[in-house]
């Protein structure tokens, strides 16, 4: 069975076969301080959703380490590749076969630029990523207002695991997201994003709430936690 275990904020460590990856590995400045770049020894696939430094965290540092590839859109992936990461650019839309399964990069609505030093560098458009592992999909879908796109995941992906932002001012609240799941459709719901700071101090039962009042499974998996799947 593949595993899952969640590392605060939007950060996930996913393993399964063939896989050990980091979705938006964000440890280092990590309020919720769970786990450090330097306890992933042995990892294959970085996924970055975006370009904000609470997604793209520590990426490029344990990729230069590890060998890990980083696997985001292509701007982001390009600004690791300059830093010395290994990278597998892709874009919204796009699909591709690795070892372990297919990816696929979905849209988000949110802003990606980079920050170095004082200045902000493009990073290209966010992004949502569907990780297919031992057969089951895990859709992470970064940071994003709602929108209806995430009908199309509900029709056509058949999504096991959705992994969704519910903090509010810079993503969807646990309403929107709520509205979200019941779009996607997904087997099992998962609240991301919250709590980190106080301006995204909302309550993952709150979502659970309002997203159980529309048919849908909820999960919360509290920080430090995993699941197997």
């Not at 919720?32 to 990892?43: R, S, V």
């Not at 996924?47 to 904000?52: I, P, Q």
């Not at 430094?53 to 701007?75: M, N, P, Q, W, Y």
């Amino acid at each position: 069975m593949a595993k899952l275990k969640y590392l605060g904020h939007a950060t996930f460590y996913l393993e399964g076969e063939e896989i050990k990856a980091i979705i938006d590995p964000f440890l280092s400045q990590n309020p919720w301080n769970i786990a450090k770049p330097e306890d992933f020894t042995d990892l294959n696939y970085i996924f970055v959703t975006h370009g904000h430094g609470d997604h793209l965290g520590d990426a490029v540092e344990i990729a230069k380490r590890t060998g890990a590839t980083i696997v985001s859109i292509f701007e982001v992936a390009n600004y690791c590749n300059k830093k010395g990461a290994n990278i597998h650019p892709m874009h919204i839309g796009g699909t591709y076969n690795f070892p372990f399964g297919k990816v696929k990069l979905t849209p988000a609505a949110h802003g990606s630029a980079i920050v170095e030093g004082d200045e902000l560098l493009y990073g290209g458009n966010p992004c949502g990523v569907i990780i297919e592992v031992e057969g089951k999909k895990v859709y992470h879908a970064g940071d994003t207002g709602l929108i209806a796109d995430m009908e199309l995941l509900g029709k056509y992906e058949n999504i096991d695991i959705a992994l969704l932002p519910i903090g509010g001012n810079f993503t969807m609240d646990p309403e929107d997201a709520a509205i979200a799941a019941s779009m996607i459709k997904p087997k099992i719901a998962i609240p991301m994003h919250y709590k980190t700071w106080p301006i995204i101090d909302k309550e993952p039962e709150e979502f659970k709430k309002f997203a159980e009042e529309k048919g849908v499974n909820v999960k919360i998996v509290k920080p430090g936690e995993e699941i197997t799947f």
